[in-house]
């Protein structure tokens, strides 16, 4: 029972350094798709197939994320918001929003790293000592 409630608090922690790690893959993927509208070659669905990070995907004009990828409800919103205006203005608007969204995206990037640090360490240690805690009441 111990290494189980300590495999969940484990599991928990390594979601806060996911969570993070997605985040700056989505900062990546925003610059790449900045790029490709400079270049003015390609069309919303081929940028998007060709830039977006693992986790995600693009089908009938929606991003689709991975429910198994443990975002919050801000980072889940600013995604959706960026890539449902995605196309909708010329290239010089559409720059200026990526570069504006990448800069919201550093922000929670910023807040995920936060969190890594304050909370990944009471996660690991505290599903252990529930386990313990558990196994002495269950015996």
């Not at 203005?89 to 790293?113: H, P, T, Y």
Request: with cysteine; aromatic share 10%; net charge neutral.
């Amino acid at each position: 029972m111990i290494f189980c409630f300590g495999l969940i608090g484990i599991k928990s922690a390594a979601a806060l350094k996911e969570r993070a790690a997605f985040i700056n893959r989505l900062i990546l993927c925003t610059d790449k798709i900045s790029q490709y509208i400079k270049m003015g070659n390609a069309e919303k669905g081929e940028i998007l197939k060709s830039t977006l990070p693992a986790f995600m995907s693009y089908e009938q004009e929606h991003v689709i994320i991975d429910k198994n990828i443990r975002l919050s409800l801000e980072d889940i919103r600013l995604i959706e918001e960026f890539f449902v205006g995605l196309g909708m203005g010329d290239i010089d608007a559409e720059l200026v929003r990526c570069n504006a969204f990448k800069n919201l995206f550093k922000k929670q990037l910023i807040e995920a790293e936060k969190d890594v640090e304050e909370k990944h360490r009471l996660f690991t240690v505290s599903g252990f000592i529930l386990g313990l805690i558990l196994s002495f009441l269950w015996w």
